[in-house]
């Protein structure tokens, strides 16, 4: 009796060591070797690559490549081009924040009413989050062209340089660009969001005297808290991560650098110029500046 | 509530009428919202619009007469020319071929791994879920520079598809829904199966994946606009126009050649209509597919 049990309460070695279904490791060994070779291993690469004088030679030729400590990072902190595209992250990100939060939960709001065509306005601003920057890029570079419609409307009033020449208006657009693309899917998340919201909330509010306004300030507001944190912690990452708009939109950071972003940096120094070990040191810069945000926000937007 | 002693012109007024009135009411409440939301609409939309009324002109108009369809100057001719330029053709079959590659491998290892840390039990599984999550949290630009030196420079894959498909190989996101829909289905199912001897390939095949349709159609979607729509890292990898997939021979195209074009913006329009249709079609037609919860765990990681 005492032995069978022991022996029912004991699995064999193997099932001890592996677990139940050791063909789960078959399983997910494809995606193991994917995370591994396209995320651990290059992750260590830039790593090592930033610590070093890493440039690129031709193919077969054996060069030295010597530790350099911390010079690559010490350089693009002084590199005023670096700072500048640094300088750009924190302009996106200061209008893209705000103009996402307050246009986006506006458009939720209003899209949570009973209001007929639902389908139809929930589609459409969806669309440029589905299309290809490319292509909607294009339509951008004829609208705020030196003669395009916006000047054309504008007349007078429009800004001289041209909006995407002009050196104070470049990045705005850029952030503005990125914000109109993006904004789709952070009304879907605010409406899910705001459907979470129990209806009894509002009555309750109702019921202690609160208007309208009141209302949206004490209970919808914290109540997609959530939702903006993660707003704030999407548009950090897409503020870090742009490149296609100033590669093609402002014409490579233009005009004279001042929509430079820190990745169209990583692929001039690094891939252009063949500074791999420089550019994976602003890579890590960069990074390190994500991670920083995207924990201060935690913090502070999730302390209550 | 403070003027409560003087509601009777308005009541009177109400009982009057009482069939109209409430409609009335109930409908300026709703005329706002939806004034803000089709003014938002319009901005959504309308360069779209315009990108098709600009594709369409023979004769490059962007004063404010452009922006209404005008019969007499309408042509076809702007994708004649981004054809001969890009050769249309054979950069959407190249954007064919590397999206379709990213989606059948992520369907294939990804049904496999989301079923694996759904529903079978092996020690280091929450590792493999724990790495995943931390790794999803590194921006893919960080790893441009290492990725393209292993892979252009390391194992010479620079003009393959090969070397395109490789980072979009797995789509975690993907991975994400299944193992979300895994997880949801009855524990019942498997251990039945199980009891009759089936393996867990089998039961895969036979079973879960059936089910999985909701899933798989939703991962496709989400997958599809992923290299369907990128631009920076097949533009690293292609240096030859035969092998460019669409957005980066239209972005090349853009920078470089557009300004000997006679009708530059013709050109470029028309080659973005045609690099938006697919994903714009795919997205209305399976727009119900799109939900928060799905896209919440895209941007999370």
Redesign the interface.
């Known amino acids: 009796m005492a032995a069978s049990a022991a022996t029912t309460s004991r699995p064999p070695l193997a099932r001890r060591l592996l677990g139940r279904h050791p063909v789960g490791y078959l399983f997910v060994a494809p995606y193991v070797v994917f995370l591994v070779a396209i995320f651990a291993y290059p992750l260590g690469f830039a790593v090592y690559m930033s610590f070093h004088d890493y440039f690129f030679a031709a193919p077969g030729a054996i060069v030295e490549r010597p530790f350099v400590g911390l010079d690559n990072f010490t350089t693009a902190l002084a590199d005023p081009v670096f700072r500048r595209a640094m300088l750009n992250v924190v302009i996106f990100i200061a209008i893209n924040v705000p103009l996402t939060v307050f246009v986006g939960l506006v458009l939720a709001t209003a899209l949570n009413a009973a209001i007929p065509f639902r389908t139809f306005f929930r589609a459409s601003y969806f669309i440029p989050y589905v299309t290809a920057s490319v292509a909607v890029i294009g339509v951008w570079l004829w609208l705020f062209n030196s003669d395009g419609l916006v000047n054309a409307i504008l007349g007078p009033l429009a800004p001289e340089p041209s909006w995407l020449v002009n050196s104070s208006w470049a990045m705005p657009i850029i952030a503005l660009f990125a914000t109109w693309k993006q904004l789709g899917l952070y009304v879907l998340l605010y409406l899910a969001a705001l459907q979470n919201i129990p209806e009894e909330l509002y009555e309750a509010a109702e019921v202690d005297g609160a208007g309208p306004v009141r209302r949206f300030t004490a209970v919808t507001v914290p109540g997609v808290r959530p939702t903006t944190t993660l707003v704030v912690i999407a548009a950090t990452i897409t503020g870090a991560n742009f490149f296609t708009e100033p590669y093609l939109l402002t014409g490579r950071g233009g005009p004279a650098g001042a929509s430079v972003s820190p990745v169209l940096l990583i692929y001039t120094q690094g891939i252009e110029q063949g500074k791999a070990g420089y550019a994976a040191a602003i890579g890590i810069l960069l990074a390190l500046g994500v991670m920083a945000v995207s924990l201060v926000n935690r913090y502070v937007l999730e302390r209550s | 509530m403070a003027t409560a002693t003087q509601p009777q012109p308005a009541e009177v007024l109400d009982e009057q009428a009482t069939p109209i009135a409430p409609p009335s009411r109930r409908s300026r409440?709703?005329l706002?919202?939806?004034l803000?939301?089709t003014v938002?609409?319009l901005?959504?939309?309308f360069?779209?619009y315009?990108?098709v009324i600009?594709a369409l002109q023979r004769e490059p108009n962007?004063?404010?007469s452009?922006?209404f369809p005008n019969p007499a100057n309408l042509t076809l001719d702007n994708l004649r020319d981004i054809d001969q330029a890009i050769n249309l053709p054979r950069t959407l079959l190249n954007s064919g071929i590397f999206t379709g590659g990213a989606l059948l491998t992520t369907l294939?290892?990804?049904l496999?791994?989301g079923?694996?840390?759904a529903r079978?039990?092996?020690?280091g599984?929450g590792m493999?879920f724990n790495?995943?999550l931390l790794?999803l949290?590194?921006?893919?630009?960080?790893?441009?520079?290492?990725?393209?030196?292993?892979i252009v420079?390391g194992y010479?894959l620079g003009d393959t598809y090969l070397g395109m498909i490789?980072?979009y190989?797995?789509n975690a996101t993907a991975?994400f829904i299944f193992r979300q829909f895994f997880l949801q289905l009855p524990k019942e199912l498997f251990e039945s199966a199980r009891l009759d001897g089936a393996?867990?390939?089998r039961i895969?095949t036979r079973i879960a994946i059936p089910l999985a349709k909701p899933a798989i159609l939703t991962a496709v979607i989400v997958t599809f606009?992923g290299p369907?729509?990128e631009?920076?890292w097949p533009f690293?990898v292609t240096k030859r126009l035969d092998l460019q997939p669409l957005?980066v021979a239209?972005?090349n195209f853009?920078?470089n050649v557009a300004a000997r074009q006679a009708n530059p913006?013709g050109a470029?329009?028309a080659?973005?209509?045609v690099?938006?249709v697919p994903?714009?079609v795919?997205?209305?037609v399976f727009?119900r597919r799109?939900q928060?919860?799905n896209?919440?765990s895209a941007?999370?990681g």
């Open positions: 409440r709703r706002w919202p939806l803000g939301l938002g609409a901005v959504f939309l360069p779209f315009y990108m600009g962007s004063g404010i452009g922006a294939v290892f990804g496999l791994a079923y694996a840390l079978l039990e092996f020690r599984k493999v790495a995943m790794i949290l590194l921006p893919f630009q960080l790893l441009m520079v290492p990725l393209y030196v292993m420079r010479l490789l980072p190989a797995v991975v393996s867990e390939l895969l606009i369907w729509n631009f920076l690293l957005a239209l972005a853009i920078s913006f470029i329009l080659g973005a209509v690099l938006a994903a714009v795919l997205f209305l727009q799109f928060a919860t896209l919440g941007i999370k």
